[in-house]
């Protein structure tokens, strides 16, 4: 089992920055990859960026340029570095951890940026 936990989302205006954590506990020697999803209201939950063990990293070609995902392995600690955040931006962000057999949900965090 892994266990994930979110932070850092908040009420920004557009333009603004955030940097959300995720910080994993358990058996997080089976993680393969941990990535950031989003979802808006009415909306299917989307990838925004995965990094794997190796740290390779993928990025929804919206937020390229905009947004940085890293880890510190010491930490158990995956970041989204959020910049020049917009309206469009504003949804619950997820982190999820790839297990192979099993992936793994945190519960998410807002982010919430104003015009």
């Known amino acids: 089992q892994v266990q994930l936990v979110e932070s850092g989302g908040g009420l920004v205006r557009a333009g603004g920055s955030l940097r959300l954590s995720c910080v994993a506990s358990?058996?997080?020697?089976?993680?393969?990859?941990i990535g950031w999803y989003r979802q808006a209201p009415g909306k299917p939950r989307d990838m925004v960026a995965v990094?794997?063990?190796?740290?390779?990293?993928n990025y929804a070609d919206s937020m390229k340029g905009r947004f940085t995902i890293s880890r510190d392995n010491a930490k158990n600690t995956v970041y989204l570095q959020m910049n020049s955040l917009k309206p469009e931006d504003t949804a619950v962000y997820y982190c999820?951890?790839?297990?192979?057999?099993?992936?793994?949900w945190g519960r998410g965090t807002q982010v919430t940026v104003s015009s």
């Open positions: 990094i794997s063990t190796g740290g390779s990293t």
């Open positions: 358990g058996s997080t020697f089976s993680i393969k990859a």
């Open positions: 999820n951890a790839d297990a192979g057999r099993f992936g793994y």
